[in-house]
């Protein structure tokens, strides 16, 4: 009975201090409700006509929020967005471009021929171009033509321009190379030698002239090694032109069916002769630039002197010909 007697008299204890608290709630929220009564009143007024002047705060002092110190808070504010950062990226790219001289219009090209190419990866292929000494314009082309430049590491493109020297081809005949060929920097080492090597060991061009024909005519670099064969000997035992001819005369960036066409129109027409061993013909043969350096229309109205519906003709009869040849060759063969 005297521990239930105990427990009694606490909660009689707590009882009243329950009703104190009850009390001062209902006291604070009686003087909310008188303020909030008085503000209507003064809302009310100001509608009428009145001045809201009074009014500095609403509602008790003791409810206001006093301002936190945010001094420690700007040591942790968030860093700039990722987008941020590369807009200040490609404004640094921009302004270099027009430190090397590139125009406004050159520079939208660049980063259309790549849009989602490193910003840094970019000016670097761009800055290598550069320093080979090309300028902004064939920059330009070169990459518009040949877009995978621009992924190009740069360690690999450093790499081909100093095999490309041993070559013989400084900056300014690696800038006509480039300029021609741009696809030497993305082509297999492999291939680049099966082409120098043929024209040095079939075709027997001394070094120094392989490196005029590299610098002269670059799109030799993209032909089958056999097809570059084959042209070669064409021009020395069909047409009779000697190596250094055929260097000077940028014989070999034309195509073996411009060569073939006019040659053998001009020899039907009694107009060229090949060469006897001792390189002696009864005719005196035209200029090679005359022959393939010029517009067909040229060609036909001052070497050829025929007409267009004419050489036309030619051209269709010859392609026969040459399509009936394997055919009569392979049953020569089976007799």
């Not at 329950?18 to 009686?30: D, P």
Request: proline share 5%; glycine share 6%.
């Amino acid at each position: 009975m005297g521990a239930p007697g105990r427990r009694i008299l606490g909660w009689h204890h707590l009882f009243p201090l329950t009703m104190v608290g009850l009390a001062k709630g209902t006291l604070v929220l009686g003087e909310q409700k008188r303020k909030t009564v008085a503000l209507l009143c003064k809302l009310t007024t100001a509608s009428q006509g009145g001045s809201l002047k009074e009014l500095s705060f609403v509602g008790p002092t003791s409810y206001v929020q006093k301002p936190v110190c945010k001094t420690h808070l700007a040591q942790n504010l968030p860093e700039k967005p990722a987008l941020e950062q590369g807009s200040v990226g490609r404004e640094t790219v921009i302004s270099s471009l027009h430190d090397m001289g590139f125009t406004d219009a050159h520079i939208n090209d660049l980063f259309r021929i790549q849009p989602k190419v490193n910003h840094k990866q970019l000016l670097d292929i761009i800055s290598e171009f550069i320093l080979l000494g090309m300028d902004p314009e064939p920059v330009c082309v070169a990459l518009k033509r040949c877009p995978q430049l621009v992924k190009l590491p740069v360690a690999q493109m450093k790499k081909r321009s100093s095999y490309l020297r041993k070559l013989g081809l400084g900056e300014g005949k690696l800038k006509k190379v480039l300029s021609g060929c741009p696809e030497i920097f993305t082509m297999r080492h492999q291939d680049i030698d099966s082409v120098v090597q043929v024209l040095k060991e079939k075709c027997l061009f001394t070094g120094e002239q392989v490196t005029e024909i590299l610098s002269r005519c670059p799109s030799v670099l993209q032909e089958s090694p056999d097809a570059l064969e084959y042209k070669f000997q064409y021009a020395y035992f069909r047409m009779g032109i000697k190596h250094l001819d055929i260097v000077k005369t940028k014989f070999l960036r034309h195509s073996i069916t411009k060569i073939k066409q006019r040659h053998i129109y001009l020899e039907r027409l009694g107009r060229y002769q090949t060469p006897d061993k001792k390189g002696q013909t009864q005719i005196a043969n035209p200029l090679l630039k005359d022959i393939l350096g010029v517009s067909e229309a040229e060609f036909l109205a001052r070497t050829a002197c025929s007409t267009a519906e004419e050489f036309g003709v030619f051209k269709a009869l010859l392609t026969r010909e040459e399509q009936e040849e394997p055919e009569s060759s392979t049953s020569d063969e089976e007799d």
